[in-house]
T-cell receptor, first 114, second 113 residues
Framework: DAGITQSPRHKVTETGTPVTLRCHQTENHRYMYWYRQDPGHGLRLIHYSYGVKDTDKGEVSDGYSVSRSKTEDFLLTLESATSSQTSVYFC?????????????FGPGTRLTVL | EDQVTQSPEALRLQEGESSSLNCSYTVSGLRGLFWYRQDPGKGPEFLFTLYSAGEEKEKERLKATLTKKESFLHITAPKPEDSATYLCAVQPISNFGNEKLTFGTGTRLTIIP
């Protein structure tokens, strides 16, 4: 398995509170991604990073922010959690270059916003 | 807009009964098509990358093929441990350099002993 961990693995929080999810990799890969997975929608990209302090928005970025201060860590913050952000969140990593564009996924974080 | 459609949504097979899963896609230009396996409560596990029409890749009982409009994941003589959701994703050429993928919603495969 690719060396990707996510924390916490499960979290229950209340509407309006800030939440931070952490993704940690030991592969030294350049690219890191945050996805959410919901029934009927598949995996949707929230934000991604192409290097330290280099990030960009994905398809469903509203209400989320990210930070990457070190190669190995990528943080996803829900600034003020809403019930619509109840989901399973996956982090993924990939190396750049044509031979390495597969993405490898972490185990996921199940977030419930009450 | 890039689109990926997988069919069927769910498939139940008897052990040993071969079948195929379909992934239809529309992209401006295809850089790569990816197949993943996802078990309940886990992250997707990478299976294959296909780059050009006519390409085929195999792994144990699975074989993935690619045409200009769709990909098939053929499962030969499946076993109960092949039960999982299989996801398809595409990377358009326009996204070269940032590796963004568009995923389908998956096919949930159940193999009955």
């Amino acid at each position: 398995d690719a060396g990707i961990t996510q924390s916490p693995r499960h979290k229950v929080t209340e509407t309006g509170t800030p939440v931070t999810l952490r993704c940690h990799q030991t592969e030294n890969h350049r690219y890191m991604y945050w996805y959410r997975q919901d029934p009927g929608h598949g995996l949707r990209l929230i934000h991604y990073s192409y290097g330290v302090k280099d990030t960009d928005k994905g398809e469903v970025s509203d209400g989320y922010s990210v930070s990457r201060s070190k190669t190995e860590d990528f943080l996803l913050t829900l600034e003020s959690a809403t019930s619509s952000q109840t989901s399973v969140y996956f982090c993924a990593i990939s190396e750049s270059g044509q031979a390495y564009n597969e993405q490898f996924f972490g185990p996921g974080t199940r977030l419930t916003v009450l | 807009e890039d689109q990926v459609t997988q069919s069927p949504e769910a498939l139940r097979l008897q052990e040993g009964e071969s079948s195929s899963l379909n992934c239809s896609y529309t992209v401006s230009g295809l850089r790569g098509l990816f197949w993943y396996r996802q078990d309940p409560g886990k992250g997707p596990e990478f299976l294959f990358t296909l780059y050009s029409a006519g390409e085929e890749k195999e792994k144990e009982r699975l074989k993935a093929t690619l045409t200009k409009k769709e990909s098939f994941l053929h499962i030969t003589a499946p076993k109960p441990e092949d039960s999982a959701t299989y996801l398809c994703a595409v990377q358009p050429i326009s996204n070269f350099g940032n590796e963004k993928l568009t995923f389908g919603t998956g096919t949930r495969l159940t193999i009955i002993p």
